[in-house]
């Protein structure tokens, strides 16, 4: 009995496991066959999306656990990394609060989803409808295109929920991403699409995105001081329903049609 007990205990800890992984699996999206990296390629040099987690400082880390409310802004964490607030020996009945105004304090992602031909960039024709035997067309851009995402409706301090959006997008996806990319004229990809005798041959390029949506919160946070006690008391809490667009940096989505009449 207890032997047989034990074997369901291991079978259902492992089934737990296991679909916890499939879960977080699925959170990062495949890069489909028709999508390549062409950062080699690119005539225009984007620079590299830099935005890692900002460590909190032992300070930073005492205060944020006192809070009711996640803290993950950077810029508040930043602030906060940056303040130094002295022991006192002889602080018995001191008390401050201290007002440091109205944050967008946390992100929480509800839904990422990819669209790998968000925007398209580019078009390559070849007419063979004269022709006797295949003919050869490759990606080549025409001009220069920048490509922008953003959030999907206004919210307050939309520059700190960008960085909070991005980061999370970034951690889901496993996928450099970027609220602008670039890509040059004259960017070009070796690989051939081959159009048929009697046909028009069309490759299309598309810019791929990524569409984050999720919750905001926002609040008025003070630091409260009494004696040697230090904490964060958040008021005045608010949260706000946001979506944003953020482009794949670097990649680019093809797709070849051809045709017996010009598109």
């Not at 680019?252 to 598109?263: E, H, I, L």
């Amino acid at each position: 009995m207890k032997k047989s007990l034990l074997v369901s205990l291991v079978f259902l800890l492992s089934f737990s496991f296991s679909s916890a992984v499939l879960a977080e699996g699925k959170q990062k999206p495949k890069i489909p066959s028709s999508v390549m990296e062409i950062s080699k390629e690119n005539t225009y040099p984007n620079p590299t999306q830099d935005l890692p987690y900002l460590q909190p400082s032992e300070l930073t880390r005492s205060l944020i656990d006192t809070s009711d409310v996640p803290i993950e802004n950077p810029d508040l964490i930043r602030i906060l990394n940056e303040s130094t607030i002295s022991d006192a020996p002889l602080a018995l009945g001191y008390r401050a609060t201290v007002f440091l105004g109205e944050w967008a304090l946390n992100y929480e992602s509800t839904e990422t989803a990819t669209n790998w031909e968000y925007q398209k960039i580019n078009t390559n024709f070849q007419d063979n409808r004269g022709g006797k035997l295949p003919v050869q067309v490759h990606y080549k851009q025409e001009g220069q295109k920048i490509v922008k995402g953003g959030l999907t409706a206004k919210v307050p301090e939309a520059e700190h929920v960008k960085k909070m959006m991005l980061l999370k997008a970034m951690k889901k996806t496993n996928l450099p991403l970027s609220f602008e990319t670039i890509i040059g004229a004259g960017t070009k990809k070796d690989q051939v699409y081959n159009i048929p005798p009697k046909k028009l041959g069309y490759l299309y390029a598309y810019a791929p995105a990524v569409n984050e949506k999720g919750k905001v919160t926002y609040g008025e946070v003070y630091l409260v001081l009494k004696g040697n006690k230090k904490s964060i008391v958040v008021k005045n809490i608010t949260s706000q329903g946001i979506g944003a667009w953020i482009p794949l940096q670097d990649h680019a989505s093809f797709g070849f049609v051809t045709s017996d009449r010009p598109r």
